[in-house]
């Protein structure tokens, strides 16, 4: 079982920057490919990028690819995600998820998953 909690969100100008953590609670967290998601109000909950257990392998959403870096501290099992260049479209509730099993884009494969944190880009 393992327990996410995200932080780092707020208010930020467009070209800004904010890094936003996922500590995770569970003796085996290291073992768990991670994601994060968001989601906009309206619209359904978009994939942004995913880090394999190993913590070599990412992948990216193509809106957010070459602005925003997942990474991982497994000593203080939190996982990172950097945004830099914001732009007023990021503007969401972020989520990080996590899975044993499921490396991917696919928000219905992760089992568990934090409360997510709001970003806000003002243009």
């Known amino acids: 079982q393992v327990q996410l909690v995200e932080s780092g969100g707020g208010l930020v100008q467009a070209g800004g920057s904010l890094r936003l953590s996922c500590a995770a609670s569970g003796r085996t967290f290291s073992s768990y490919n991670m994601g994060w998601f968001r989601q906009a109000p309206g619209k359904e909950r978009e994939f942004v990028g995913a880090?394999?257990?190993?913590?070599?392998?990412?992948y990216y959403a193509d809106s957010v690819k070459g602005r925003f870096t997942i990474s991982r501290d497994s000593s203080k099992n939190t996982v990172y995600l950097q945004m830099n260049s914001l732009k007023p479209e990021d503007t969401a509730i972020y989520y990080c998820?996590?899975?044993?099993?499921?490396?991917?884009?696919?928000?219905?494969?992760?089992?568990?998953w934090g409360q997510g944190t709001q970003v806000t880009v003002s243009s």
């Open positions: 880090l394999k257990w190993t913590g070599r392998n990412t």
């Open positions: 998820a996590g899975d044993l099993g499921y490396y991917g884009s696919t928000w219905l494969e992760y089992d568990y």
